[in-house]
């Protein structure tokens, strides 16, 4: 296969743990056949410092014509001035935009070697491998806000207008039922349909798309707060969730406490599945720029690696490619190489690039 993917490495640690996985995906290409060309493009902080623009129409150019897009991490203190009216997010929201993606994928696997460095006792944790699904383009992020201040300026009122029409809900479940498919064959649907239209909307038409379509996956509904609860308590039930734009974003952070480090977590943004050719996707780490170890060489490469997995199975459709990346770094965790995130008080780290050789040297022929 040939391919263009973009990276834009960002801010922060996002250009340190983006080489880790851009060498991962060369070596792969090149020990499977595959030619991934790679091309770089600013995006966040460092654009806005460099072009005066979050996203710069140079590296709008470049992702319409990528097949996929790996990104770092965007923002840090250097722009964090909430009165700016440019801003790094700015530049991802516009990248979601460009790119079309709805749908956005975090799983979650704990690595039972880091089990202990979650909070949760380890027993909890055995056999958690759970795949969010969330909608990340509706909702309440994306619809219409006042603010109403009083002849002083003080604050009166202000709302927030909470959205989904049929069809937003229809593509994101399918997303999820569609992977299921290849999982355990099992969708659990959040929402608060006790109290909110939105919610009893999202909850008829996930079980009319569940019925209709995907007859042979077992749908489930929870409540929000209920499920945030259980999710604690029994993390190994669950397989597939999908949720709203506002309840994944607080479910998901939550999530990632299980895996015993947020540097070790994927993320992927895909948007519907042409009929010809790749499907769109934006793949990155769930953590930030980390500007409290930035340069130093220490963060942890491992959810940049993994969301270039991610990439390779849901832009390209290499499955085997995919599970080969995934094998490499659960190998190197194995084998004991742990970045400081993820070591116990006092225990020897490796660094960024250690932990990179570590994944290289077990990416096998086939
Ligand atoms: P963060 O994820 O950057 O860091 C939280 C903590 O986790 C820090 O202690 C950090 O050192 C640690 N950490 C994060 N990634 C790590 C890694 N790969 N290896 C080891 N340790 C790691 O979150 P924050 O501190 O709240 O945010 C910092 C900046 O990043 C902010 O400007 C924020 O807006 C931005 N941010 C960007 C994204 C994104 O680009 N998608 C996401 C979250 C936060």
Same mark, same amino acid.
């Given at each position: 296969m040939r391919a263009l993917i973009a990276v834009l490495p960002g801010d922060g640690v996002g250009p340190e743990v983006t080489a880790q996985a851009v060498r991962v995906l060369r070596e792969l290409g090149e020990r499977r056949g595959h030619e991934f060309r790679f091309r770089e493009g600013l995006i966040g902080g460092v654009a806005i410092d460099q072009?005066?623009?979050?996203? @710069?129409a140079e590296t709008r150019a470049l992702v319409s014509e990528a097949d996929a897009v790996l990104l770092g991490a965007v923002g840090g203190p250097r722009w964090s001035?909430?009165?700016?009216?440019?801003?790094?997010e700015q530049g991802l929201l516009a990248l979601r935009g460009l790119l079309g993606v709805f749908a956005n994928l975090r799983p979650v696997h704990v690595h039972p070697a880091l089990?202990?460095?979650?909070?949760?006792?380890?027993e909890l944790l055995a056999n958690v491998d759970i795949l969010f699904v969330r909608e990340l383009t509706g909702g309440l992020y994306f619809g219409a806000k006042t603010h109403e201040r009083d002849s002083a300026g003080r604050s009166v009122s202000a709302s927030d207008l909470c959205v989904y029409t049929a069809l937003e809900v229809e593509r994101v479940v399918r997303v999820a039922a569609t992977i299921a498919r290849g999982r355990r064959r099992h969708v659990l649907s959040v929402d608060k349909s006790n109290v909110l239209a939105t919610s009893r909307l999202w909850r008829e038409v996930t079980s009319r798309v569940m019925r209709d379509e995907f007859p042979d996956v077992t749908l489930e509904h929870a409540l929000v707060d209920s499920f945030a609860m259980q999710l604690l308590q029994? @993390?190994?039930?669950?397989d597939v969730v999908v949720t709203e734009n506002l309840f994944g974003d607080i479910l998901t952070d939550e999530a990632a406490v299980l895996a015993g480090s947020i540097g070790v977590l994927p993320s992927a943004s895909i948007g519907e599945q042409p009929l010809t050719g790749h499907r769109r996707g934006l793949y990155e780490p769930?953590?930030?720029?980390?500007p409290d170890i930035s340069?130093?060489?220490?963060?942890?490469?491992a959810g940049t690696i993994l969301s270039a997995a991610l990439l390779l199975r849901h832009s390209f459709g290499l499955e085997h490619e995919a599970a080969a990346i995934e094998c490499a770094v659960s190998d190197a965790i194995s084998a004991g190489w742990r970045t400081a995130d993820c070591v116990a008080a006092g225990a020897a780290s490796c660094s960024t690039a250690q932990f990179g050789d570590a994944v290289l040297a077990r990416i096998t022929e086939t």
């Open positions: 072009q005066g623009d979050p996203l @710069p001035d909430p009165s700016a009216l440019v801003r790094p089990a202990e460095s979650a909070p949760l006792k380890t029994a @993390p190994a039930r669950y769930i953590h930030g720029s980390a340069g130093r060489g220490i963060a942890n490469p």
